[in-house]
């Protein structure tokens, strides 16, 4: 099994229902996030980003919010499939510099 | 177009023994970077390069070496393993570092230092 995020919250959603999954970041100067998925096995991937002159971006069945004044982002994901089931990550980026990663959320869809 | 290619997937490494782990991306990304990641830390940065030629230290690059001869190659090296290098390590590449584009990952390597 998969070692990495044993320790990690976990969000348990009905097949169907709407997830809301937050990220508390920590530069106020970001400027650019992104939240990524992770499946079982498998390296991160990109699902959707924002920079910091927005506070909202739609993608397919997914939404980021950006909050700048509480430094909170989130990410919603509309009708929860079962291949949604893996671990999320917001990451932010401030004007170039490296990334920094959150710890990250499992998202467990329940049949 | 292949994208970020890590190998070996698994290795089993004795204390104190070498290995690189490979990487090599085919979309001629400028940026290329390794991390580490470990139950509910995240993603850590090892060693990071803007380019060919020039590579530079990340969050925790004690015990690791990297250098960059080419721009789709960024190996990285464990020169004597210790079992706090226990983890899986991905490669990750970006077209270009300063105007914030989002990574590849590659698949990933677990490492166990027995």
């Known amino acids: 099994g998969e070692s990495v995020g044993l320790h990690l919250p976990t969000l348990s959603v009905q097949e169907g229902d709407n997830s809301i999954i937050n990220c508390a970041y920590s530069?106020?100067?970001?400027?650019?996030f992104i939240w990524y998925k992770q499946e079982s096995g498998k390296g991160p991937q990109f699902i959707i980003d924002i920079r910091s002159n927005m506070d909202k971006r739609q993608g397919q069945r997914v939404t980021v919010l950006l909050n700048k004044t509480v430094k909170h982002l989130s990410l919603q994901i509309a009708a929860t499939q079962p291949g949604d089931s893996a671990v999320y990550f917001c990451a932010e980026n401030n004007y170039g510099q490296n990334f920094v990663f959150g710890p990250g959320t499992r998202l467990s869809v329940l049949p | 177009n292949a994208g970020v290619t890590q190998t070996p997937k698994f290795q089993v490494l004795k204390t104190g023994q070498s290995m690189t782990l490979q990487c090599a991306q085919d979309?001629?990304?400028?940026?290329m970077s390794w991390y580490r990641q470990d139950p509910g830390m995240g993603l850590r940065l090892i060693h990071y390069?803007?380019?060919?030629?020039?590579?530079d230290q990340g969050e925790v690059p004690n015990g690791y070496n990297v250098s960059r001869s080419t721009t789709e190659d960024f190996p990285l090296r464990l020169l004597s393993a210790a079992p706090s290098q226990t983890s899986v390590y991905f490669c990750?590449?970006?077209?270009?570092?300063?105007?914030?584009?989002?990574?590849?990952f590659g698949s990933g390597t677990r490492l166990t230092v027995v």
């Open positions: 979309m001629n990304h400028e940026y």
């Open positions: 990750a590449s970006s077209y270009s570092s300063r105007l914030n584009y989002g990574y590849t």
């Open positions: 390069s803007v380019g060919a030629g020039i590579t």
């Open positions: 530069n106020s100067a970001s400027d650019y």
